[in-house]
């Protein structure tokens, strides 16, 4: 990664850890993670808990240890694409943004193949970010299929292409863009280097050509089977700038190693 742009280690707890486990959590990592984040204003580390555990832990982490110039981020995993209104079951943008959730996670794979999210709502759920001021993750990646059919890059530009077509390109709300093969997430095997790097290089040309300059210099993340072991080769690519870590953030003693490794790096 360029020590340019901000690193972000970004993890999803997906559907684990109850709000008794991800207060323990957010206790042990604000502290393990303390140094660094003192240190390095341009790490950041996030975690995505149940939406259930938000509030608490927003609440919490003011009362943890780290310097309040760069606390633990809180991301929420999934957001409304409406603004408010009668929409049984959603949670929307500005009401996360009240209780200081950072961020939103908006694309993840599994969000696409289980509750058939397509690219035209995803680029709603953008925009009611964009508006309410809500931090925007933005995930794309090919299934393995599309990627022996060679289609990957073709995939990837459309879905970051469509997922920001109602982003302001004017608007101010952090806007970071993570790739995440769908064959690489939750099954050890992690994309290369080379494989990784060819796509972010591709993700960020395109970035910036729908959002000049600004667009450029994003931060994208990569997504997929990331372990401590692994961290330290795939953020040495020149346009890696951290990662959305799912099963190696569950422990905060493997997701801080994580972050560790990244600190060494932009600190070298
Ligand atoms: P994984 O998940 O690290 O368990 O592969 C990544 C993700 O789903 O974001």
Not at 78 to 90: D, L, R, S
């Amino acid at each position: 990664m360029s020590a340019a742009r901000d690193c972000w280690i970004l993890g999803n707890f997906k559907q684990n850890l109850g709000c008794a486990a991800v207060a323990e959590h957010l206790q042990a990592l604000s502290a393990a993670s303390q140094e660094l984040r003192q240190r390095l204003e341009n790490l950041h580390i996030g975690i995505a808990p149940t939406s259930l555990a938000l509030d608490r832990a927003a609440a919490r982490r003011s009362q943890c240890e780290g310097s309040p110039k760069n606390p633990v981020r809180l991301l929420a995993q999934n957001v409304a694409a409406q603004e408010e209104g009668a929409f049984t079951g959603e949670i929307g943008a500005g009401m996360l943004r009240e209780i200081g959730c950072d961020l939103a996670i908006i694309g993840h794979s599994e969000r696409r193949k289980y509750y058939g999210e397509q690219d035209a709502l995803l680029a709603q759920k953008v925009a009611v970010c964009a508006k309410a001021q809500l931090g925007v993750v933005l995930c794309v990646g090919e299934s393995l299929q599309e990627r022996d059919e060679g289609r990957h890059a073709q995939v990837v530009i459309q879905q970051l292409t469509a997922g920001l077509a109602q982003f302001p390109s004017e608007s101010s709300t952090p806007l970071l863009v993570a790739y995440e093969p769908v064959w690489a997430i939750g099954t050890g095997r992690s994309a290369s280097v080379q494989q990784a790097q060819e796509m972010h290089a591709l993700i960020r040309e395109e970035l910036g050509r729908l959002q000049g300059e600004r667009g450029h210099g994003r931060s994208i993340l990569y997504g997929g089977s990331v372990k401590a072991g692994n961290a330290a080769q795939l953020v040495r690519a020149a346009d890696i700038d951290g990662f959305l870590v799912g099963g190696a953030s569950l422990d905060p003693t493997s997701f801080h190693a994580i972050a560790q490794v990244a600190s060494e790096h932009l600190s070298s």
